[in-house]
């Protein structure tokens, strides 16, 4: 562990970070989340940016976008804060020099449809975002999520995670996806066995809420377990970044 340890001091954590060539069915992905040192992902139900991670966890969030084609979040997240999921514009130069577009693809998971269509987020997209929705979505939010997005359908009455993954690799060529929640998306991803590293900033709070969420929260324990293999630790003012890769048990064939 000493030899992980390591102090950000606001420079890029990551800039050496080699991400594997993904296979042509899914994207690699990772998934990058911060909650406070008991486990909590949310103050008093907020999910608001800064509500646990300092400013520096902001700038590591940044990092970790720079080496992906795309940031996927959950709709509830997106109502909380309505703007676009990439890169400060110190990022650009890098990720273009990494081969990727300027701005990594904002991508929406949804199960109802109702997304706030007049933010920033969709009517100053740097590119046009994605909305992951399915046959349940009602026509008439379709049609208006269409003006400003591509909407995509992945499933019956929910998003099949596996099916919309299939669908980001092969048409929007997506090779490297960033799942950043909410908790109930995390627990998708895990359930379907999609996550292959994850991201964890862990903020030397304690929340105690006994009604806040955390990190991932599914209606029953995922089968398999995931277990995460400890690759390496960085910390700046008592705050830790830790990144892990992921392993199922059984193993995944995806």
């Keep these: 562990m000493q030899r992980l340890m390591?102090?950000?001091q606001s420079k890029d954590p990551y800039a050496d970070l080699q991400l594997p060539e993904p296979s042509t069915a899914r994207p690699y992905v990772l998934?990058?989340?911060?909650?406070?040192?008991?486990?909590?992902?949310?103050?008093?139900?907020?999910?608001?940016?800064?509500?646990?991670?300092?400013?520096?966890?902001r700038f590591v969030m940044d990092c970790i976008r720079?080496?992906?084609?795309?940031?996927?979040?959950?709709?509830?997240?997106i109502r909380n804060h309505a703007h676009y999921l990439g890169v400060r514009r110190s990022f650009e130069r890098l990720r273009t020099d990494r081969g990727l577009e300027p701005q990594p693809l904002t991508i929406i998971m949804t199960n109802s449809g109702e997304l706030p269509?007049?933010?920033?987020?969709?009517?100053?997209?740097?590119?046009?975002?994605?909305?992951?929705?399915?046959?349940?979505?009602?026509?008439e939010h379709q049609t208006a999520i269409q003006t400003t997005a591509d909407f995509v359908s992945c499933g019956q009455e929910a998003v099949d995670v596996s099916a919309a993954?299939?669908?980001?690799?092969?048409?929007?060529?997506?090779?490297?996806?960033?799942?950043?929640?909410?908790?109930k998306v995390n627990y998708q991803f895990f359930q379907s066995l999609a996550v292959d590293e994850v991201f964890w900033?862990?903020?030397?709070?304690?929340?105690?809420?006994?009604?806040?969420l955390t990190m991932v929260m599914g209606p029953e324990p995922l089968r398999p377990i995931p277990r995460l293999n400890l690759q390496s630790v960085f910390c700046e003012?008592?705050?830790?970044?830790?990144?892990y890769t992921v392993e199922y048990d059984p193993p995944s064939n995806s």
Excluded: Y
């Design 6 to 8: 390591q102090h950000c």
């Design 31 to 57: 998934m990058n989340m911060v909650s406070s040192v008991d486990g909590k992902a949310t103050v008093g139900g907020s999910l608001q940016p800064g509500s646990l991670g300092s400013r520096t966890d």
């Design 66 to 77: 720079s080496h992906v084609d795309a940031v996927i979040c959950g709709s509830s997240t």
């Design 117 to 139: 269509l007049e933010s920033p987020l969709f009517q100053e997209a740097p590119r046009r975002p994605i909305v992951l929705g399915s046959n349940a979505v009602s026509l």
């Design 165 to 183: 993954l299939q669908i980001l690799r092969q048409q929007f060529a997506v090779k490297w996806l960033l799942v950043e929640g909410g908790p």
């Design 201 to 212: 900033t862990a903020a030397p709070l304690i929340s105690g809420g006994q009604l806040d």
């Design 237 to 243: 003012a008592s705050e830790l970044f830790l990144r």
